[in-house]
Nanobody, 134 residues
Framework: QVQLVESGGGSVQAGGSLRLSCAASGSTGSGDTHFTNCMGWFRQAPGKEREGVAAISIVPTRTYYADSVKGQFTISRDNAKNTVYLQMNSLKPEDTAMYYC??????????????????????WGQGTQVTVSS
């Protein structure tokens, strides 16, 4: 059972930066930590639908972004640490939301091009709050 734990959220002023982390841990039963083929970041603001922000595949390493964050957010992963990061720069009040990381162990979400479809991910973290003030 793989578990995802997000961290790095907080409150910042507009124009500031934050780096979110998502650490994957758990066992496939063999005693080895299982890491994923496709991991995504999603966000949900109060009263709004959940939105796919970015995703990253492992083999090959490819990144995917929502148009609303291209050039502003960067997703990356450290396979040795089983961790995925979301670097968020030039934050705006409209970036305020709960941010979640999610796992698709089969990689289909990334390779199909449907990375922003949350239904393709079967494991979710508990979320980390990002609040951007003007």
């Amino acid at each position: 059972q793989v578990q995802l734990v997000e961290s790095g959220g907080g409150s910042v002023q507009a124009g500031g930066s934050l780096r979110l982390s998502c650490a994957a841990s758990g066992s496939t039963g063999s005693g080895d930590t299982h890491f994923t083929n496709c991991m995504g970041w999603f966000r949900q603001a109060p009263g709004k639908e959940r939105e796919g922000v970015a995703a990253i595949s492992i083999v090959p390493t490819r990144t995917y972004y929502a148009d609303s964050v291209k050039g502003q957010f960067t997703i990356s992963r450290d396979n040795a640490k089983n961790t995925v990061y979301l670097q968020m720069n030039s934050l705006k009040p409209e970036d305020t939301a709960m941010y979640y990381c999610a796992l698709d162990p089969f990689g289909y979400a990334c390779y199909s091009g449907s990375w922003s479809d949350g239904k393709l991910y079967n494991t979710w973290g508990q979320g980390t709050q990002v609040t951007v003030s003007s």
